[in-house]
């Protein structure tokens, strides 16, 4: 019985009890930590890296990690550090822009189709249920090659295709809480007093299925770090010079054998954000879900 | 039963119907012809004219639709731009690289997913379970061409034990053998392998600790069974049914995961094969690899969806 677990509209906010519990969440505690310390490195980077990340200082090329450059230079002299804060900013604009069209479309055919189902017109969710099944055909790494043959590489590109294969899993699991939403009586009262299928999603089914929509922003974003890595190693994500983790891990691949460590640092810079947004999104799934707790 | 399969099968040739009208579609929505996107921007208007008419670009959209479908299930199809050979071919070809390393590694998926998870679920709560979810969480978090690059950092830079990349062949006459191919693939499988393995260990885990609440285990336990003979024989089959369907599903994982670690190999696929038509704009290759590519995926649902009912029996019941 999911609807009588849903929060209800009177105490949905964030209450004291939900922190108290979080900080004792040690995989929400440590995700957090986590994702805290990726938005820090983009936004530290956005003014002061250690050295300019850009600037080509050949003499300096391939060195160790010293005290002068912590994690060495590249092929080029460029500070991997420097390179490593500034590509954060890559990482995260894809996440947010990616995840915020996804969310935003998806949501809204999610909530579309379980409102049109409640007023009696099954045939919309039908055919929009459907289309969402059609596109499980295409991954976002398919997408994301269809449309760079098209448009040509980018970072617009990238965004675009890994924001397009995120409406369905947004509007999927919108339109399973909705439809549960539908049914419980505060909505019918709602109905019997003449609310509008448009107020009643506004005010009633939406602060009803955030937690689930949360939790999958958290995954999504790590989901889109990962393809947005993926295609900048292929080239076809971010562009230089904007330094991306990707593309970092494709330059190093030819230097492995003089500079093995070149190819550790980016990869485990994408592998601590995404452990970190997994281990959030685990977390948030216990903190905001009660029932899903119980069920493990 | 029989109506089942052919509402399965239905389902299936409207989902690849579908699938290459929106393909066509949006190589058709392209801006400017697609005979300019393949010259670039300083070809001349006649180059322009004569490419499209070699492309057929000249006929209205639906007749050329029809043409490229119809080719497509008769195996003839249009040739490659630039390696000026059927694409039909080059698949065929590409194929014999791509098809085992996606066996290979699914097959290592699921032993290495169903091992854990099962070790995971007879050890709960104890230390081999924290342990791998621990690794699981990790490997979750390791992007597949990382790993790659690390397999290839232990064992071809430091150990020298295979090399870096390439592929010899199947055969003796290309250089290469049943087993230096395998031992090719091998890498590449267990990089592709790692991150779906460590979501299916996870998936697996979960799902047998459910079927280990239900009341039949409870009294098979009671019989004197112990924890891993119950598992093994009660709630394994039991709880297959959510672990295929999250195989499935990852399978579309494994064959994008291709287009990545073929590169990181340099593995002549499937995969390889379509990031080199993208660099070359071979909008002919990228369409009908994407739609092979696709079509595998659907596929590989639609089995899935028919091994439940060789699973379930409920479902046989169900669907006869």
């Known amino acids: 019985m999911t609807a009588g677990l849903l929060v209800t509209p009177g105490n949905s906010g964030p209450g004291s009890g939900v922190w108290a519990r979080a900080r004792r969440h040690p995989s929400f505690v440590v995700g957090s930590v986590l994702t805290a310390l990726l938005v820090a490195a983009a936004a530290l980077s956005l003014f002061w890296t250690p050295w300019p990340p850009t600037e080509i200082n050949i003499p300096h090329k391939l060195q160790s990690p010293s005290a002068a450059h912590w994690l060495g230079t590249d092929a080029l002299g460029r500070d991997v550090l420097s390179l490593l804060l500034v590509g954060a900013q890559s990482s995260i604009v894809v996440g947010v822009i990616a995840v915020g069209l996804g969310a935003g479309l998806g949501v809204t055919l999610g909530c579309l189709a379980a409102a049109q189902r409640a007023n009696g017109r099954g045939w919309v969710d039908e055919i929009l249920m459907r289309c969402a099944d059609f596109t499980f055909a295409f991954p976002a790494l398919l997408s994301a090659i269809l449309l760079t043959a098209i448009y040509g590489p980018g970072l617009l590109t990238s965004i675009v295709a890994i924001g397009i294969f995120n409406v369905p899993v947004f509007a999927r699991i919108a339109r399973g809480a909705a439809v549960a939403v539908w049914t419980r009586d505060y909505v019918t009262a709602a109905r019997a007093a003449g609310l509008s299928p448009w107020r009643i999603t506004r005010w009633h089914v939406l602060p009803n299925i955030a937690s689930p929509l949360i939790v999958q922003a958290t995954i999504s974003f790590a989901t889109a770090i990962l393809a947005e890595a993926a295609l900048s190693y292929l080239g076809l994500g971010t562009q230089p010079p904007q330094p991306s983790w990707g593309r970092l891990l494709n330059d190093a691949q030819s230097l492995m054998f003089q500079a093995p460590m070149l190819a550790v640092w980016p990869g485990a810079a994408i592998m601590l954000s995404v452990l970190g947004l997994n281990l959030m999104g685990d977390g948030l799934r216990d903190l905001l879900d009660p029932k899903l707790n119980r069920q493990r | ?320």
Do not use: C
Request: charged letters at 15%.
């Open chain 2, 1 to 320: 039963m029989l109506w089942f399969v052919v509402k399965r099968l239905a389902g299936f040739v409207a989902t690849l119907a579908v699938a290459s009208v929106v393909v066509f579609a949006v190589l058709e929505l392209l801006p400017g012809s697609a005979a300019e996107v393949i010259l670039g921007e300083t070809a001349t208007p006649e180059a322009v004219a004569a490419l499209q008419a070699q492309l057929g670009l000249d006929q209205p959209a639906p007749t050329r639709y029809l043409q490229w479908v119809g080719g497509l299930l008769q195996g003839d199809t249009a040739r490659s731009i630039s390696y000026d050979t059927p694409t039909s071919q080059l698949l065929a070809e590409r194929l014999r690289v791509t098809l085992p390393l996606a066996v290979m590694a699914m097959l290592l998926t699921v032993v290495l997913a169903l091992g854990l998870g099962i070790y995971a679920a007879a050890r709960h709560h104890r230390l081999g379970d924290v342990g791998v979810m621990t690794i699981s969480q990790l490997g979750i978090a390791i992007p597949n061409f990382w790993f790659a690059i690390l397999l290839i950092l232990l064992f071809s830079v430091q150990l020298q034990w295979v090399s870096a990349g390439g592929f010899p062949g199947w055969t003796a006459d290309e250089g290469g053998g049943l087993w230096p191919g395998l031992k090719a693939l091998l890498l590449p499988a267990l990089s592709l392998a790692l991150v779906q393995a460590a979501i299916l260990a996870r998936m697996t885990r979960s799902a047998l600790l459910d079927v280990m609440r239900e009341d039949h285990v409870r009294t098979a336990r009671a019989k004197g069974l112990s924890r891993r003979q119950a598992l093994l024989r009660h709630v394994l089959r039991n709880a297959l049914i959510p672990v295929l369907t999250m195989a499935g599903l990852q399978f579309a994982n494994l064959i994008t995961g291709t287009i990545v670690v073929e590169n990181v190999f340099v593995l002549p696929g499937v995969g390889r094969l379509i990031f080199q038509a993208v660099s070359n704009r071979d909008l002919v290759v990228v369409r009908d690899v994407v739609m092979l590519l696709a079509a595998l995926v659907v596929l590989v649902n639609l089995l899935v969806d028919l091994l439940y009912v060789v699973v379930d029996p409920r479902l046989r019941r169900a669907a006869a």
